[in-house]
């Protein structure tokens, strides 16, 4: 079975910083392209950066709201994506997601996400 | 940046009605549109992808048609379980995602 099972996250003071993971199974991550988007409490959904596969080269974007705070990486041997949060603002809480296409031919249509992990930055 | 633009911003319709959502991008994005379906309090759900695909295990009454800058998803004969916020999707470059579509079934 495909999955993505996130962890991290909670409460934290703006300035501070906090690390998200999300560990996959079930298909060959290290290939993938894996994204992060996010929504704040009832807002839409806003994508917060990418990470391609190794055969992609693995290059990264970002999003201009979190671009220089935010660092995505990965570990293919232990199929975890990561996402760095650093110097964060109370506009960052929001639910954020690890997201993934494994649809053959498809990198951008996202048929597989993990369970969403909630980040809450308050004074 | 390619903007999508959804409306309606909400929609309320009975039970076996049929719902028409629209996207408009702001340029061309050819056929890389997908649609997903957010119920209350859970993560979105992939329904459509390159404008008119279903994605593995969405019903026959959720349909995707357009190219370019016009895509419409349809959805027929309501059930009260299609209550969700729908948002579209463009491949090209951020912000990626519509402000979505908030479904109300009467």
């Known amino acids: 079975e495909v999955q993505l099972v996130q962890s991290g996250g909670g409460l934290v003071k703006p300035g501070g910083s906090l690390r998200l993971s999300c560990a996959a199974s079930?298909?060959?991550?290290?290939?993938?392209?894996m994204t992060w988007v996010r929504q704040a409490s009832g807002k839409g959904l806003e994508w917060v950066g990418r990470?391609?596969?190794?055969?992609?080269?693995?290059?990264?974007d970002y999003s201009i709201a979190v671009k220089g705070r935010f660092t995505i990486s990965r570990d293919d041997s232990k199929n975890t994506l990561y996402l760095q949060m650093d110097s964060l603002k109370t506009e960052d809480s929001a639910v954020y997601y690890c997201?993934?296409?494994?649809?053959?031919?498809?990198?951008?249509?996202?048929?597989?996400w993990g369970q969403g992990t909630l980040v809450t930055v308050t004074p | 940046e390619v903007v999508l633009t959804q409306s309606p911003t909400t929609l309320s319709l009975s039970p076996g009605e049929r719902a028409t959502l629209s996207c408009r991008a702001s340029?061309?994005?050819?056929?890389?549109l997908a649609w997903y379906q957010q119920k209350p309090g859970q993560a979105p759900r992939l329904l459509i992808y390159?404008?008119?695909n279903r994605a593995t295990g969405i019903p026959v009454r959720f349909s995707g048609s357009g190219s370019g800058t016009d895509f419409t998803l349809n959805i027929s004969s309501l059930e009260p379980g299609d209550l969700a916020i729908y948002y579209c999707?463009?491949?090209?470059?951020?912000?990626?995602f519509g402000q979505g579509t908030r479904l109300h079934i009467k």
């Open positions: 999707q463009q491949r090209a470059n951020w912000p990626f």
């Open positions: 997201i993934t296409a494994s649809i053959p031919g498809t990198t951008y249509a996202f048929d597989v």
């Open positions: 990470i391609k596969g190794k055969a992609d080269g693995g290059t990264i």
């Open positions: 079930g298909f060959t991550f290290d290939n993938a392209w």
């Open positions: 390159d404008a008119s």
């Open positions: 340029e061309s994005v050819g056929t890389s």
